[in-house]
């Protein structure tokens, strides 16, 4: 009983229940804090499952169509002075990276009061986001061009047998699935950011409570883990 | 109570302070610099080595935003736990699917028409182009029961 008063007394001492984000079935701001971010997690981990079939799938028939798989992603490489590179994917992988730096350090500044910093990095997040989704349009427009589509749609023409196969079709199917999904993703990711650029700009977080940001981020830098896995994946195959 | 509010308030400032700017950009240089590493790794010829260097690159990089960017390193462990569960339980999916392909004869049923002309069903296989199965002759102790 008398613990029971001792902690009351304390939560009053820290004056929490003052906080307008306390809700009352959490003991503490922190308790709060720690739920919302553990369900957070939980999300996270479905979202690696969701990925983790496709990726599941296309390793199975990488092994399947070897040739056809190595013959195909050559079409995710541009001429860069006269040598195959994959410009385009390399750009987006730095361009990710530095969007969750921006990312991380946008929940740094609402962890430190610093709130026009907040906003700041949001934005620079959702203009790389942007950034990202830009080049994505300029690669699907050339596979778009090339007949290079998924399943039924594939209508690619060329004089050489392989690419007519089972296997490159396959390879492109599986390449727009997961790149499409991933780009959803991507633009989930810029409204979830607008939606707190809008509430930063209000002054609603601060070292007291930044939750939102905090989740967001974990979001963020998830899209940004399975990109890291994508890349090598689709457009380094040897 | 007072050492009760005094460790909530260095919980708190610990909470606040990790991490940090320096921390952070550090981080995103080694991710750079490990993504240079995965480009030129790949255009040399490993063999069947250079998916699994890509994947351990990758893995390594993975690790990194997870530990600095996400805070893992710094977190209560729970929340590292479910994160290593799911990669876990998605090992188990792909080691199963793989072991299950990898010892096959055919991928297809094999009254199926194959789809790629990678490994035709031999005709002897093919129940659709065999031989049809002999009849059953009929009992011929069927008559007895009457």
Redesign the interface.
């Known amino acids: 009983m008398s613990t029971t008063t001792t902690d009351v007394q304390s939560h009053g001492g820290h004056g929490e229940p003052d906080n307008p984000h306390h809700q009352h079935h959490f003991a503490t701001m922190e308790q709060q804090f720690d739920t919302s971010k553990l369900g957070m997690w939980l999300f996270l981990a479905t979202e690696i499952l969701l990925f983790g079939g496709l990726f599941v799938g296309f390793g199975l028939m990488q092994s399947r169509y070897p040739r056809e798989f190595i013959e195909a992603h050559e079409h995710l490489k541009q001429d860069v002075f006269g040598r195959p590179f994959p410009l385009y994917g390399a750009i987006n992988t730095i361009v990710l990276l530095v969007s969750s730096w921006t990312m991380v350090m946008g929940v740094n500044a609402a962890q430190t009061d610093q709130k026009k910093k907040t906003v700041r990095y949001l934005v620079l997040t959702i203009l790389l986001a942007c950034v990202f989704l830009g080049i994505k349009y300029v690669e699907y427009s050339h596979k778009f061009h090339d007949g290079l589509l998924p399943g039924m749609f594939y209508a690619h023409q060329s004089e050489d047998l392989i690419k007519g196969t089972h296997g490159y079709a396959t390879f492109f199917a599986f390449y727009f699935m997961m790149t499409g999904l991933h780009g959803i993703h991507v633009l989930v990711g810029i409204g979830l950011l607008s939606w707190l650029v809008v509430r930063a700009r209000r002054g609603e977080f601060s070292s007291e409570y930044y939750t939102p940001v905090d989740l967001v981020g974990l979001y963020w830098h998830i899209v940004d883990m399975i990109w890291i896995y994508l890349f090598p994946l689709y457009y380094l195959i040897s | 109570?007072s050492s009760?509010?005094e460790s909530?308030t260095q919980?708190?400032e610990a909470?606040?302070h990790h991490?940090?700017?320096k921390i952070?950009?550090a981080?995103?240089f080694a991710?750079?610099f490990l993504?240079v590493i995965?480009?030129a790794a790949?255009s040399f010829?490993f063999g069947s080595a250079?998916?699994v260097i890509?994947?351990a690159?990758?893995t390594v990089?993975?690790i990194l935003?997870?530990l600095?960017?996400?805070h893992l390193i710094w977190?209560?462990p729970?929340?590292a736990i479910?994160?290593i569960?799911?990669?876990l339980?998605?090992g188990i999916?792909?080691m199963f699917?793989?072991l299950d392909?990898?010892t096959r004869d055919h991928?297809q049923p094999r009254n199926m028409p194959n789809?790629?002309?990678?490994t035709p069903v031999p005709d002897s296989m093919n129940p659709l182009k065999a031989a049809p199965p002999q009849p059953l002759t009929p009992a011929p102790a069927a008559e007895e029961h009457k």
Do not use: E
């Not at chain 2, 789809?115 to 990678?118: E, L, Q």
């Open positions: 109570m009760l509010t909530h919980h708190t909470h606040a991490g940090g700017p952070y950009t981080n995103l991710l750079l993504t995965t480009v790949a010829n250079n998916v890509a994947l690159i990758a990089k993975a935003v997870g600095f960017f996400m977190d209560k729970v929340n479910i994160l569960a799911a990669f339980f998605l999916f792909l699917d793989f392909v990898g991928l789809m790629d002309n990678a």
